[in-house]
């Protein structure tokens, strides 16, 4: 007999190692998987912010109160809104579109509410506080801005 050992790994120590690559494998890919699942949604908060801050400064860019008196009610276009008591008729949840009443693209899982406040005296002048409201349908995101529109 010879008095040489043989080189090489063991059965048992290509098993243990097989082993534990398989958990330190496994652990990285849960990781990579929870990261991932969440990269969405900073992008998703950023857009209900656009969206949220779009609305908003288009009920503040209107008119305080309705300069020819006519009630153009809740038409589908809001060009013909010319004040901002015009954007109550976003009271309840909706899909968001442009101005002309068209859909906006990969945005319609979102849903955009508002609401304008009855006159009120803040620093001596009159205002009407108008909120707008976005959603998602995930219910990941309930987002709100408001702000404050002067009569002068």
Request: aromatic residues 20%.
């Given at each position: 007999m010879s008095t040489e050992h043989a080189?090489?790994?063991s059965l048992l120590e290509v098993v243990v190692t097989l082993v534990l690559l398989?958990?330190?494998v496994l652990a990285i890919i849960g990781l990579v998987a929870q990261i991932g699942g969440r990269s969405a949604a900073p992008v998703l908060h950023t857009q209900a912010l656009y969206l949220a801050e779009?609305?908003?400064e288009e009920a503040l860019l209107k008119?305080?109160?309705d300069p020819d008196g006519i009630d153009e009610g809740c038409a589908a276009s809001r060009t013909l809104w010319d004040d901002i008591g015009d954007f109550n008729c976003l009271a309840t949840p909706a899909e968001p579109t442009d101005p002309l009443g068209n859909s906006l693209p990969g945005l319609s899982r979102y849903r955009i509410?508002?609401?304008v406040g009855p006159p009120s005296v803040v620093g001596g002048a009159t205002t009407r506080r108008v909120e707008i409201r976005v959603t998602h349908l995930d219910g990941d995101?309930?987002?709100r801005l408001a702000g404050l529109r002067?009569?002068?």
């Open positions: 080189r090489g790994f398989s958990v330190a779009g609305y908003l008119r305080y109160s509410q508002a609401s995101i309930d987002l002067a009569d002068y």
